[in-house]
Nanobody, 127 residues
Framework: QVQLVESGGGLVQPGESLRLSCAAS????????VGWFRQTPGKKREFVAT????????YYEDSVKGRFTISRDNAKMTVDLQMNNLKPEDTAVYSC????????????????????WGQGTQVTVSS
Protein backbone atom coordinates (compact mmCIF):
# COMPACT_ATOMS: atom_id res chain seq x y z
CA GLN A 1 0.00 0.00 0.00
CA VAL A 2 1.19 3.49 -0.79
CA GLN A 3 0.11 6.67 0.98
CA LEU A 4 -0.74 9.64 -1.24
CA VAL A 5 -1.01 13.33 -0.39
CA GLU A 6 -2.16 15.97 -2.86
CA SER A 7 -1.16 19.62 -2.79
CA GLY A 8 -1.32 22.71 -4.96
CA GLY A 9 -5.02 23.40 -5.07
CA GLY A 10 -6.48 26.86 -4.68
CA LEU A 11 -8.66 29.62 -6.08
CA VAL A 12 -7.82 30.98 -9.52
CA GLN A 13 -9.53 32.99 -12.21
CA PRO A 14 -10.56 31.54 -15.58
CA GLY A 15 -7.60 31.23 -17.93
CA GLU A 16 -5.07 30.89 -15.14
CA SER A 17 -2.96 27.88 -14.24
CA LEU A 18 -2.36 25.60 -11.29
CA ARG A 19 0.05 22.75 -10.70
CA LEU A 20 -1.13 19.92 -8.49
CA SER A 21 1.28 17.48 -6.95
CA CYS A 22 0.71 13.98 -5.64
CA ALA A 23 3.39 12.86 -3.19
CA ALA A 24 3.78 9.22 -2.25
CA SER A 25 5.19 7.59 0.84
CA UNK A 26 5.31 4.14 2.34
CA UNK A 27 6.41 2.36 -0.79
CA UNK A 28 8.28 3.32 -3.90
CA UNK A 29 6.04 4.82 -6.55
CA UNK A 30 8.18 3.54 -9.40
CA UNK A 31 5.96 0.53 -10.19
CA UNK A 32 2.63 2.27 -9.70
CA UNK A 33 0.28 3.61 -12.32
CA VAL A 34 -1.07 6.95 -11.08
CA GLY A 35 -4.30 8.63 -12.00
CA TRP A 36 -5.88 11.98 -11.25
CA PHE A 37 -9.63 12.18 -10.69
CA ARG A 38 -12.01 14.95 -9.71
CA GLN A 39 -15.36 15.20 -8.00
CA THR A 40 -17.96 17.87 -7.45
CA PRO A 41 -20.78 17.69 -4.89
CA GLY A 42 -23.55 15.36 -5.92
CA LYS A 43 -21.63 13.88 -8.82
CA LYS A 44 -19.59 10.78 -9.32
CA ARG A 45 -15.83 10.97 -9.26
CA GLU A 46 -14.56 11.34 -12.81
CA PHE A 47 -11.33 10.49 -14.52
CA VAL A 48 -8.96 13.31 -15.50
CA ALA A 49 -5.58 11.84 -16.46
CA THR A 50 -3.33 8.84 -15.93
CA UNK A 51 0.32 7.98 -16.42
CA UNK A 52 2.13 4.65 -16.59
CA UNK A 53 4.92 3.93 -14.13
CA UNK A 54 7.49 4.28 -16.90
CA UNK A 55 6.05 7.68 -17.78
CA UNK A 56 5.87 6.64 -21.42
CA UNK A 57 2.10 6.35 -21.61
CA UNK A 58 -0.42 9.02 -20.70
CA TYR A 59 -4.14 9.35 -21.26
CA TYR A 60 -6.53 12.26 -20.71
CA GLU A 61 -10.22 12.87 -20.43
CA ASP A 62 -11.38 14.68 -23.55
CA SER A 63 -12.30 17.98 -21.88
CA VAL A 64 -8.77 18.47 -20.49
CA LYS A 65 -6.74 17.39 -23.53
CA GLY A 66 -4.42 20.15 -24.62
CA ARG A 67 -4.83 22.01 -21.31
CA PHE A 68 -3.65 19.53 -18.67
CA THR A 69 -0.36 17.64 -18.57
CA ILE A 70 0.46 14.77 -16.25
CA SER A 71 4.08 13.97 -15.43
CA ARG A 72 6.03 12.04 -12.84
CA ASP A 73 9.37 11.94 -11.07
CA ASN A 74 9.88 8.46 -9.67
CA ALA A 75 13.01 9.47 -7.81
CA LYS A 76 11.04 12.15 -5.94
CA MET A 77 7.97 9.90 -5.76
CA THR A 78 5.71 12.58 -7.14
CA VAL A 79 3.18 12.85 -9.94
CA ASP A 80 2.16 16.32 -11.04
CA LEU A 81 -0.82 17.63 -12.94
CA GLN A 82 -0.16 20.91 -14.72
CA MET A 83 -3.48 22.60 -15.44
CA ASN A 84 -3.52 25.51 -17.87
CA ASN A 85 -6.33 27.68 -19.20
CA LEU A 86 -8.55 26.66 -16.34
CA LYS A 87 -12.31 26.96 -16.73
CA PRO A 88 -15.09 27.26 -14.15
CA GLU A 89 -16.18 23.72 -15.01
CA ASP A 90 -12.80 22.46 -13.79
CA THR A 91 -13.82 23.36 -10.25
CA ALA A 92 -13.71 20.20 -8.15
CA VAL A 93 -11.83 18.26 -5.51
CA TYR A 94 -8.91 16.64 -7.28
CA SER A 95 -7.54 13.34 -5.98
CA CYS A 96 -4.70 11.12 -7.06
CA UNK A 97 -4.78 7.35 -6.98
CA UNK A 98 -2.23 4.60 -7.48
CA UNK A 99 -2.19 0.98 -8.56
CA UNK A 100 0.77 -1.37 -8.85
CA UNK A 101 1.41 -2.78 -12.30
CA UNK A 102 3.86 -5.22 -13.85
CA UNK A 103 3.85 -3.39 -17.16
CA UNK A 104 5.57 -0.11 -17.78
CA UNK A 105 3.04 1.03 -20.38
CA UNK A 106 -0.10 0.09 -18.46
CA UNK A 107 -2.60 2.82 -17.61
CA UNK A 108 -5.99 2.78 -15.87
CA UNK A 109 -8.88 5.21 -16.19
CA UNK A 110 -11.61 3.78 -13.98
CA UNK A 111 -11.98 4.58 -10.31
CA UNK A 112 -12.48 0.87 -9.64
CA UNK A 113 -9.02 0.16 -11.05
CA UNK A 114 -7.33 1.93 -8.16
CA UNK A 115 -6.90 0.86 -4.55
CA UNK A 116 -4.84 3.65 -2.99
CA TRP A 117 -6.24 7.17 -2.84
CA GLY A 118 -5.26 10.53 -1.46
CA GLN A 119 -7.58 12.85 0.44
CA GLY A 120 -7.89 15.39 -2.35
CA THR A 121 -7.22 19.07 -2.90
CA GLN A 122 -9.80 21.71 -3.79
CA VAL A 123 -9.51 23.58 -7.07
CA THR A 124 -11.86 26.52 -7.59
CA VAL A 125 -11.97 28.46 -10.83
CA SER A 126 -14.03 31.61 -10.50
CA SER A 127 -13.95 35.25 -11.49
Amino acid sequence: QVQLVESGGGLVQPGESLRLSCAASGRTLSRYVVGWFRQTPGKKREFVATISWSGNTTYYEDSVKGRFTISRDNAKMTVDLQMNNLKPEDTAVYSCAARWSSYGVQIYSRTSDYGDWGQGTQVTVSS
